[in-house]
């Protein structure tokens, strides 16, 4: 009789990755305790007859794992698929197989999830959430906690489906010339996206003025600026902020210090107006 897993414990299977993805987190061992979480109500349902069977499939998901966790949920889909066909016999799935499976999508959904989620959709939504709580209004933040909770939860819920359904079909998508496609493409948008925050949010301007010997301004460097080229020191810090975390490889701590710094300086030396230093 053919084993077919039924739609709670599929459930069962999503929650405990939504929830749990993170379970037992170590540098050594990153998401693999997740991913057995995960897996534990699939295999008790396929293999409650024999525990021999039940460990052997769950050993499967001892080996390391670490993906973009939103995204990441397609591939505990897909192997859920798997392990179901492993489960009523089909040849040629088997501990390499899903292993070798697992091991060849977690960097490329890694790569297209982090473009996709974290350079794309939490800066959409942080810029949103931002301009409600202008005035120091609650609404921005309330709507961020909602409206992330649920895109993640039914995002993950209907990739984890999908990659149960479409199984190693889906490895092709992911991996193949479409999946290069699509990462380059949210990386392109991810930029863009990333550039109108910075554009929006993100405000340096200087005070440096010269004085005659009347005591009359006769150069406003801020005015030159916004005549030559509007927003051109905030650009400046930016892409030297990139530059120092994604070139220099320092971390976003030491950077912001850094600027705390050249802020202090900028301010004793009449560079920047202390109102105006952020």
Same mark, same amino acid.
């Given at each position: 009789m053919e084993k077919k897993l039924s739609k709670k414990t599929l459930l069962k299977s999503f929650h405990n990755w939504y929830y749990g993805h993170l379970t037992c987190f170590s540098?050594?061992?990153?998401?693999?305790?997740?991913?057995?979480? !995960?897996?534990?109500?699939? !295999?008790?349902?396929?293999?409650?007859?024999?525990?021999? =069977?039940? !460990?052997?499939? &769950?050993? +499967?998901?001892?080996?390391? $794992?670490?993906?973009?966790?939103?995204?990441?949920?397609?591939?505990?889909?897909? +192997?859920?698929? %798997?392990?179901?066909?492993?489960?009523?016999?089909?040849?040629?799935?088997?501990?390499?197989t899903i292993n070798g499976l697992r091991a060849g999508l977690m960097g490329p959904v890694a790569g297209i999830g982090d473009s996709l989620i974290v350079g794309t959709v939490i800066p959409i939504l942080l810029g949103i959430a931002l301009g409600m709580s202008t005035g120091g209004s609650?609404?921005?933040?309330? $709507?961020?906690?909602?409206?992330?909770?649920?895109? !993640?939860? $039914? *995002? &993950?819920?209907?990739?984890? $489906?999908? *990659?149960?359904? %479409? *199984?190693? =079909?889906?490895v092709e998508f992911l991996i193949g010339t479409q999946g290069e496609s699509i990462r380059d493409s949210v990386s392109i948008l991810g930029g863009i996206v990333i550039g109108a925050v910075a554009a929006t949010w993100v405000s340096v301007t200087t005070s440096f003025t010269l004085y005659n010997e009347a005591g009359e301004a006769y150069l406003v460097l801020q005015d030159k600026l916004n005549e030559v080229l509007p927003g051109s020191l905030t650009a400046a810090f930016v892409l030297v902020c990139w530059y %120092? &975390?994604? =070139?220099?490889?320092?971390?976003?701590?030491?950077?912001?210090? %850094?600027l705390v710094v050249v802020a202090f300086v900028g301010v004793f030396l009449g560079f920047f107006n202390p109102g105006l230093a952020y």
């Amino acid at each position: 009789m053919e084993k077919k897993l039924s739609k709670k414990t599929l459930l069962k299977s999503f929650h405990n990755w939504y929830y749990g993805h993170l379970t037992c987190f170590s540098q050594e061992h990153m998401q693999t305790f997740g991913y057995l979480c !995960a897996m534990l109500p699939l !295999a008790e349902e396929l293999y409650a007859d024999d525990e021999e =069977k039940k !460990a052997e499939a &769950m050993n +499967t998901y001892t080996a390391f $794992f670490n993906t973009e966790p939103q995204l990441g949920s397609v591939v505990v889909g897909i +192997t859920a698929g %798997l392990e179901e066909a492993r489960a009523n016999g089909e040849e040629g799935v088997d501990d390499e197989t899903i292993n070798g499976l697992r091991a060849g999508l977690m960097g490329p959904v890694a790569g297209i999830g982090d473009s996709l989620i974290v350079g794309t959709v939490i800066p959409i939504l942080l810029g949103i959430a931002l301009g409600m709580s202008t005035g120091g209004s609650p609404l921005g933040a309330i $709507f961020y906690m909602i409206t992330w909770n649920l895109f !993640a939860y $039914f *995002g &993950m819920r209907f990739l984890y $489906f999908k *990659g149960y359904q %479409l *199984g190693g =079909k889906a490895v092709e998508f992911l991996i193949g010339t479409q999946g290069e496609s699509i990462r380059d493409s949210v990386s392109i948008l991810g930029g863009i996206v990333i550039g109108a925050v910075a554009a929006t949010w993100v405000s340096v301007t200087t005070s440096f003025t010269l004085y005659n010997e009347a005591g009359e301004a006769y150069l406003v460097l801020q005015d030159k600026l916004n005549e030559v080229l509007p927003g051109s020191l905030t650009a400046a810090f930016v892409l030297v902020c990139w530059y %120092l &975390m994604a =070139k220099k490889k320092m971390s976003p701590v030491m950077v912001m210090l %850094l600027l705390v710094v050249v802020a202090f300086v900028g301010v004793f030396l009449g560079f920047f107006n202390p109102g105006l230093a952020y």
